[in-house]
């Protein structure tokens, strides 16, 4: 039987925690809940008004979860991104390593805090959407299980980013030129069956598309791929970047430095 130190796993994700959601909330909470808005209120919301329904349903519900997708996957990678690379930079991260925690807890501490402000960001993000007519739980089991999973791969590959960046300007770079424009083509604002098929082939090789489509079918129940490819993609990425960040950890890589 493995012994988990649960005392130093909660203390840990509660440190998280309250590290954003009450010291930094203005940053934390309210900077993606506005700008969830916007998205909502323009692309949703004006300019679903002068588009016609597709595959049944309104403009704005069919945005939405791609709205909503893309705020989880940032908010997910920037709080781990930031935990470790600050944890770093001030040496911070060494108290831990000392700390009688296994290199499970640790990551577990860091994914378990994104999750819960993945989760506190994507309920108040429905919240708005609410407002705006734009929401519908067809599986809300699935929307809860979608949010965790894509926060888990997120939070992950924060603490790869993490790891990795050497310097402010490497901490920002997967966000801008990676993160960003793979969850714009994947179908966010527009459904694949309006694309010509060499860009339909390409946006079906792009993982954030099944991050998208299965969000979108836990709320409005549409979906535009095979559902269980993208259960395999989202396993296989948690899996393969879990034990990758295991990994590094174990062999201290970039830990110390």
């Known amino acids: ?8 796993l909660y203390t840990l994700i509660r440190r998280e925690v309250e590290r954003l959601l009450f010291r930094l909330p203005v940053q934390v ?23 016609d ?3 049944g349903v309104s403009y704005i519900e069919f945005v939405f979860p791609g ?44 994914v378990i805090s994104a999750i819960l402000r993945a989760l506190i960001i994507a309920f108040g993000i429905v919240g708005i959407g609410i407002l705006f007519g734009a929401v519908a739980f067809v599986h809300p ?16 590959l924060g603490i790869i980013i993490g790891l990795w960046a050497k310097s402010f300007e490497q901490f920002g770079l997967l966000g801008t030129f990676v993160l960003t424009p793979l969850s714009f083509l994947g179908g ?12 339909m082939r390409i946006t079906l090789a792009n993982p954030f598309f099944y991050f998208i ?22 396993v296989g990425l948690a899996s393969s970047l879990g034990g990758l960040v295991w990994y590094l950890f174990k062999i201290s890589w970039r830990l110390r430095d």
Not at 30 to 51: C, D, E, H
Not at 73 to 94: D, L, M, P, Q, W
Not at 191 to 198: A, C, E, G, M, V
């Open 188 to 199: 966010i604002f527009y459904s694949i069956s309006f694309l010509p098929d060499t860009l």
């Open 141 to 156: 089991g699935l929307f809860v299980l979608y949010t965790i999973a894509i926060a888990t791969i997120f939070a992950l």
């Open 213 to 234: 489509d299965g969000m979108r079918y836990s709320m409005i129940g549409i979906t535009e791929s095979n559902l269980s490819l993208g259960v395999v993609i989202i």
């Open 29 to 51: 909470i309210l900077s993606p809940l506005v700008s969830a808005s916007l998205f909502i209120l323009t692309f949703g919301f004006i300019l679903g008004r002068k588009i």
């Open 53 to 55: 329904l597709i595959a």
């Open 1 to 8: 039987m493995v012994d988990v130190n649960w005392i130093g």
């Open 67 to 110: 709205i909503l997708t893309m705020n989880i996957i940032g908010v997910a990678f920037e709080h781990t991104s930031s935990a470790v690379y600050f944890a770093r930079f001030i040496k911070n991260i060494e108290e831990l390593l000392v700390a009688p925690f296994s290199y499970m807890e640790l990551i577990a501490g860091y």
